[in-house]
């Protein structure tokens, strides 16, 4: 993100002016659409649904070129089938990345202090229980399952389930999940646009009473329960 678009951002009444050149550049938007989907199966914080509809709204906007005119006539744009495969074949290469991982080196992922850092011991149990219970179908599950994707294909590869069986079902969510992302954006931009802008005041105001819980459960209910 670079000084133009951070200006652009902060001074324009409307977010969607400010992303139109990147509309037009296909190249560097599946170079960044790939980047993202690896880091997000990695565990890194990288909203992987962020970058979804990211996309998703940029392949909207390559296909309206009436409505955001490209900088040049003819220009390449950000083509929604070619965002959705890419997506897919990231998202699907890395999840199964990572039961390698954790097929290959076990338990012992668990012990290394960046996992520690990121999931606590009660977690991994939890992890581990669950999967256990509900079999090689949690691979599925887990996909649809922010936050617990990364440990939760660890924990599918440390306790050895077939390698085919988790491709198939890792990538039936995740051809049901990733590529839909993009092309319903992409083809319902404006209609679902249209209602993001109409109720932005009512989302805001969940999203402050979301972090207003957040912080009184987290930080201010302790301190009270410590008081004598």
């Not at 133009?4 to 599946?30: F, G, M, N, R």
């Not at 070619?82 to 998202?91: D, K, L």
């Not at 076990?106 to 999931?119: C, E, N, S, T, Y």
Request: with cysteine; proline share 7%.
């Amino acid at each position: 993100m670079n000084d133009s678009l951070l200006q652009c951002l902060w001074h324009s009444k409307d977010t969607l002016t400010c992303l139109i050149p990147y509309a037009y550049e296909p190249t560097w938007v599946y170079i960044f659409l790939v980047t993202m989907m690896l880091l997000s199966a990695v565990g890194l914080p990288f909203p992987e649904e962020a970058t979804l509809v990211s996309v998703g709204i940029l392949a909207y906007m390559g296909a309206h070129p009436d409505k955001y005119p490209p900088p040049y006539h003819g220009a390449p744009y950000v083509h929604a089938q070619t965002a959705a495969i890419a997506a897919f074949v990231a998202v699907f290469l890395s999840d199964f990345l990572i039961y390698g991982i954790g097929r290959m080196f076990g338990r012992q992922v668990f012990d290394l202090k960046p996992m520690r850092a990121i999931l606590s011991e009660e977690n991994r149990q939890k992890i581990e229980a669950w999967t256990k219970k509900y079999g090689a179908y949690a691979c599925g599950i887990f996909r649809f399952t922010p936050g617990i994707r990364f440990p939760g294909h660890l924990a599918c590869g440390m306790l050895r389930f077939p390698a085919w069986k988790f491709g198939l079902i890792d990538g039936i969510a995740a051809l049901i999940s990733v590529p839909t992302q993009i092309l319903l954006l992409a083809h319902y931009g404006e209609t679902i646009l249209g209602f993001l802008k109409q109720f932005k005041i009512v989302v805001l105001c969940l999203l402050t009473v979301v972090l207003l819980a957040f912080v009184y459960k987290k930080y201010i209910k302790p301190r009270f329960a410590r008081q004598p």
